[in-house]
């Protein structure tokens, strides 16, 4: 299985900040790589995906880079209703998906 | 609009089964391919089983293989999961999930029910 780790595990920033957040792969996934966001409760929203693209009606502070095995998740500057959970997902495996561990994003 | 209701969540004990259901509508159901995933309290999300669009493919999380079972009425709009010999490390939340890609090999889940929490205790 193609594993997934994120870093950092946890962030705190406040409303503004810029964010980044970095996911791994264990071997080259290309740009099969997608980003969701989970609020507390809720079920995971898509944001991004093949790396780069940007789902319709997610605002464009969000953005993704990067292909084979690095990749990251930007927030050019945080709202209150970003604070969350971030989630990558290769699909390079599909249908065997695998997601990283999360980073939870709190406010400072 | 997209809807994804599940389902059939609950209390069971160890050993026990459990028929989750997933209702679809606001989109060509049988367009599309499906997928459960799930998450144990307090953990990260999990891929357990995908269905094709006709429901002729099937796959499965080596953790559920044997165990579960995924099947999808087309007719009816719904997808299922059957779940036998449920253990305590099955308890989580389950969400069905839309899968969009096929025509792009670029494959994402787009749309996710509010999942059902399924609980394995004596």
């Known amino acids: 299985d193609i594993q997934m780790t994120q870093s950092p595990s946890s962030l705190s920033a406040s409303v503004g900040d810029r964010v980044t957040i970095t996911c791994r792969a264990s071997q080259s996934i290309s740009s099969y790589l997608n980003w969701y966001q989970q609020k507390p409760g809720k079920a995971p929203k898509l944001l991004i995906y093949a790396a780069s693209s940007l789902q319709s009606g997610v605002p464009s502070r969000f953005s993704g880079s990067g292909s084979g095995t690095d990749f990251t998740l930007t927030i050019s500057s945080l709202q209150p209703e970003d604070f969350a959970t971030y989630y990558c997902q290769q699909s390079y495996s599909t249908p065997s998906i695998t997601f990283g561990q999360g980073t939870r994003l709190e406010i400072k | 609009e997209v809807q994804l209701v599940e389902s059939g969540g609950g209390l069971v004990q160890p050993g026990g089964s459990l028929r989750l259901s997933c209702a679809a509508s606001?989109?060509?159901?049988?367009?599309?391919?499906m997928n459960w995933v799930r998450q144990a309290p307090g953990k990260g999300l999990e891929w357990v089983s995908y269905?094709?669009?006709?429901?002729?493919?099937?796959y499965y999380a080596d953790s559920v293989k044997g165990r579960f079972t995924i099947s999808r009425d087309n007719a009816k709009n719904s997808l299922y999961l059957q779940m036998n010999s449920l253990r305590a490390e099955d308890t989580a939340v389950y969400y069905c999930a839309r899968e969009v890609g096929a025509t792009t090999a670029q494959y994402y889940f787009d749309y996710w029910g509010q999942g059902t929490l399924v609980t394995v205790s004596s």
């Open positions: 606001g989109f060509t159901f049988s367009s599309y391919e």
């Open positions: 269905i094709s669009s006709s429901g002729s493919t099937i």
